[in-house]
């Protein structure tokens, strides 16, 4: 299995300061199709998931623009421009490039 | 817009077969991939499997052998059915959408069905 390994497990973060988190895998997301499928999703407090960033860096539908995502290969980072109040939860990036889907333990983004 | 409910009972004896359902509303499940996925309380996310109302279902290895999973398009939902169930099978059951030109991302979430198994 592919192995995600999120950092930091935990970030404080000052309103309206950036926040970053990362995500490194144990192979190449870099699919034999040239696809890498790698997407990250938050969970807010007692809510389910809900998709923020697809294939590296696409946003989703609704998403604000203050969330973006780079990274290649092995290395991703999600990235909060301005960190708002309704951003507090827990964010995981996920792969879908080999079987079985795995995730990231979570990072768990609070205000200081 | 597509809409993902979970259902079934909250509470499954143990050695016994946890069974849960997903309705899925505003949209066709005769296209994409069904997906669950579990929450264990207080832990992360670990995948299932899928089904495609084509046949094509992928599981994960670590559960494969207790899983059954099914697709009713007449009732526009898909099933999960858990075998052998025990204290470790306790978590928050979770029913998505899998969408292909999104990079295989889980799109739309249902809201999540608590399942405990005692141990």
């Given at each position: ?11 404080p973060v000052t309103?309206g300061?950036?926040?970053s988190?990362?995500c490194?895998?144990s192979q190449s997301?870099?699919?034999?199709d ?9 969970q807010r407090p007692g809510?389910?998931p ?7 860096s696409n946003r989703?539908s ?6 973006s995502g ?10 909060i ?14 792969q879908?490039?080999q079987?079985p889907y795995?995730f990231?333990?979570?990072t768990k983004?609070?205000?200081? | ?5 979970e ?15 997903c ?6 499940i005769?296209r ?8 264990p309380?207080?832990k ?6 899928y ?16 899983i059954?999973t ?12 858990l075998?052998?169930?025990t ?7 979770y029913?998505?959408?899998?969408v292909?030109v999104?990079?295989s991302?889980f799109?739309i979430?249902?809201?999540g069905?608590?399942v405990?198994?005692?141990?």
């Amino acid at each position: 299995d592919i192995v995600m390994t999120q950092t930091p497990l935990s970030s404080p973060v000052t309103l309206g300061q950036p926040a970053s988190i990362s995500c490194r895998s144990s192979q190449s997301l870099l699919h034999s199709d040239g696809t890498t499928y790698l997407s990250w999703l938050q969970q807010r407090p007692g809510q389910p998931p809900r998709l923020l960033i697809y294939k590296i860096s696409n946003r989703f539908s609704g998403v604000p623009d203050r969330f973006s995502g780079s990274g290649a290969g092995t290395d991703f980072t999600l990235k909060i421009s301005r960190v708002e109040a309704e951003d507090v939860g827990v964010y995981y990036c996920t792969q879908a490039t080999q079987f079985p889907y795995t995730f990231g333990q979570g990072t768990k983004l609070e205000i200081k | 817009q597509v809409h993902l409910q979970e259902s079934g009972p909250g509470l499954v004896k143990p050695s016994e077969t946890l069974s849960l359902t997903c309705t899925v509303s505003g949209g066709s499940i005769s296209r994409d991939y069904w997906s669950w996925i579990r929450q264990p309380p207080g832990k992360g996310l670990e995948w299932i499997g899928y089904v495609h109302h084509t046949g094509t279902t992928k599981y994960n290895p670590s559960l494969k052998s207790r899983i059954t999973t099914s697709l009713d398009t007449s009732k526009n939902q898909f099933s999960l059915k858990l075998s052998s169930v025990t204290a470790a099978d306790t978590a928050v059951y979770y029913c998505a959408r899998i969408v292909g030109v999104l990079g295989s991302a889980f799109d739309i979430w249902g809201q999540g069905t608590m399942v405990t198994v005692p141990s």
